[in-house]
């Protein structure tokens, strides 16, 4: 009588996981152009053409991209991360879309509809398309997966990547995680099959507005807990704004149609604490430069850099009025932005609130 091991061998040919496996080789051949020349696209090209993938790097500066191509990496953001071979560097947008490329744009939120707009008419039909930009649309105080919908062709496969991810980790190879929530399942599965590598894991979800929400929120959130550091507040008080701030978050995202669980995972409370922690966050950073006194414009210049939080307060600011929702720490963090609150004073109002249950 066969035994087990010699039944497995004989057994037919399973077409699901023959067809799976074709799949993953014709994925892992289609090239993938990285829309955007900052840190974090930068990091992401590093990550993709580390896990084998042909990677094109795309920006709109072109002198900027000669000198990538010459150095052979991004000396102005991350000048330890030297490109693996599999990343070529493209200052034609025309070119790095060519043979049908995967496309992941990577653009501060201010930027999204003008690139997507430049992008819609060269994408051929069922190109999948993802983003890892953060943040809100300005003066429409939009959604991004809804600024896409308006602009990409009808039907394009799209996803949002979000969670707790540092550029300068990710392109290190540090161990990283990270959602990939799409319009649909096959989109968001094919991204994160992307993205997997030795030092990077991506989980997949359908809740896209929760990872856009998330995404944005918490860096408004961090701007507030550097305030708090800024006037030595304490580790206590960063604390007591991170979790209150989390409440906010699932208030307001439940509001605009997300789901709680997405807010307590890496979209949501990971991507929170890290942004609120660490100083490697620019938001951070702007609200550290704020509590000790410094004006926004010349923390702007310290951190030449796009600080998202700073639009996005007013964003969300109009979002908390618009659906009725009760954001007290965003609330301040727009007052001291836009109105010159003292930031003492923002932090005395959060205090003499009038008590409340904490889960109401």
């Not at 600080?307 to 301040?332: C, F, M, N, W």
Request: aromatic share 4%.
């Amino acid at each position: 009588m066969p035994s087990k091991r010699e039944k497995r061998m004989n057994r037919p040919p399973n077409r699901n996981r023959l067809n799976t496996d074709h799949t993953t080789q014709m994925t892992a051949q289609r090239p993938i152009a990285v829309l955007g020349a900052g840190s974090w696209g930068t990091a992401l090209a590093i990550l993709l053409a580390r896990n084998g993938h042909a990677v094109r790097l795309w920006g709109n500066e072109p002198p900027m991209m000669a000198e990538l191509a010459r150095t052979r990496r991004n000396t102005r953001y991350l000048p330890d991360a030297p490109f693996p071979d599999g990343l070529a560097i493209h200052a034609d947008l025309d070119a790095a879309l060519a043979d049908q490329a995967d496309v992941l744009v990577v653009v501060p939120s201010h930027a999204f509809r003008a690139v997507l707009t430049l992008l819609a008419p060269k994408l051929a039909a069922g190109t999948p398309l993802a983003w890892a930009t953060k943040g809100l649309e300005m003066a429409s105080g939009k959604l991004l997966h809804q600024v896409a919908e308006e602009v990409l062709p009808a039907g394009t496969p799209h996803a949002v990547i979000s969670g707790p991810t540092f550029a300068r980790e990710v392109a290190a190879g540090l161990p990283t995680a990270a959602t990939v929530a799409g319009n649909n399942q096959s989109v968001a599965e094919h991204f994160a099959a992307r993205l997997r590598g030795a030092s990077f894991r991506a989980y997949t979800s359908t809740d896209r507005i929760g990872l856009e929400l998330g995404g944005a929120l918490k860096n408004v959130l961090a701007i507030a807990a550097g305030i708090s550091d800024g006037l030595g507040f304490g580790a206590n008080s960063r604390a007591a704004l991170i979790t209150r701030g989390l409440a906010e978050m699932i208030r307001l995202g439940e509001a605009l149609g997300g789901q709680r669980e997405t807010f307590m995972g890496l979209a949501g409370v990971g991507d929170l604490v890290l942004t609120c922690t660490d100083d490697q966050s620019r938001n951070r950073r702007m609200g550290l430069a704020l509590g000790r006194g410094q004006s926004r414009e010349d923390a702007h210049k310290a951190i030449d850099q796009v600080v998202e939080g700073v639009d996005t307060a007013r964003e969300i600011h109009k979002l908390g009025k618009q659906y009725g929702v009760e954001l007290p720490i965003s609330e301040q963090v727009y007052q001291v932005i836009y109105n010159g609150l003292d930031p003492r004073a923002a932090v005395h109002a959060l205090l003499a609130r009038e008590p409340k249950a904490e889960t109401a």
